[in-house]
T-cell receptor
Framework: KAGVTQTPRYLIKTRGQQVTLSCSPI?????VSWYQQTPGQGLQFLFE???????NKGNFPGRFSGRQFSNSRSEMNVSTLELGDSALYLC????????????FGQGTRLTVV | AQSVTQLDSQVPVFEEAPVELRCNYS??????LFWYVQYPNQGLQLLLK??????LVKGINGFEAEFNKSQTSFHLRKPSVHISDTAEYFC????????????FGSGTRLLVRP
């Protein structure tokens, strides 16, 4: 059974650009959550999608957005990139959104220069 | 609100020695408790979780943790560590009444020396 797949694994972008990250959940899972990991702020919850709807959102500016498709794959978009957006972005998938049953992907390392 | 404190940012230990990584939490509501491990440039792997029942939880790779409600602690232990246990370890909580997200501690780097 394939795990959670995040693409790309590594990304370098310039300040002011925008970026889109992708997360393919485990087959059958309908919920995808996103987390940001930085040395300064640690691991923080961004948002959670279930059946193409954003159900929960963390405390991040509007530059951070996401969506989920009918096949449960999710994308996360960051517009007008800042140096502070450099981070490891992790997604987790679960059947129904219960974090007790979630599995994490390998992450996407975003570097903003 | 919930918060998680991992008291040690780094724990050096010799191979085959026992280790304890400390975790304390604060919450006004009941929570689930988790320990995750992260190897360099990798995602998070669940070591173990406490949902209910026995306060001693056994996980993968020989790790175990004990939930202590009175001390609001969930310390992780391993009786004999290996070089391959060198990694970052994160303690996390999730509200029982709204378990859609994890709140993480700042992490403890376990460094196992030969």
């Amino acid at each position: 059974k394939a795990g959670v797949t995040q693409t790309p694994r590594y990304l370098i972008k310039t300040r002011g650009q925008q970026v889109t990250l992708s997360c393919s959940p485990i087959s059958g899972h309908r919920s995808v959550s996103w987390y940001q990991q930085t040395p300064g702020q640690g691991l923080q919850f961004l948002f959670e999608y279930f059946s193409e709807t954003q159900r929960n959102k963390g405390n991040f500016p509007g530059r951070f957005s996401g969506r989920q498709f009918s096949n449960s794959r999710s994308e996360m978009n960051v517009s007008t990139l800042e140096l502070g957006d450099s981070a490891l972005y992790l997604c987790a998938s679960s059947l129904s959104g219960e974090i007790t049953e979630a599995f994490f992907g390998q992450g996407t390392r975003l570097t903003v220069v | 609100a919930q918060s998680v404190t991992q008291l040690d940012s780094q724990v050096p230990v010799f191979e085959e020695a026992p280790v304890e990584l400390r975790c304390n939490y604060s919450s006004s509501v009941s929570v689930y408790l988790f320990w995750y491990v992260q190897y360099p440039n990798q995602g998070l792997q669940l070591l173990l979780k406490y949902l209910s029942g026995s306060t001693l939880v056994k996980g993968i790779n020989g790790f175990e943790a004990e939930f202590n409600k009175s001390q609001t602690s969930f310390h992780l232990r391993k009786p004999s560590v290996h070089i391959s246990d060198t990694a970052e370890y994160f303690c996390a909580v999730s509200r029982m009444d709204s378990s859609y997200k994890l709140i993480f501690g700042s992490g403890t780097r376990l460094l196992v020396r030969p």
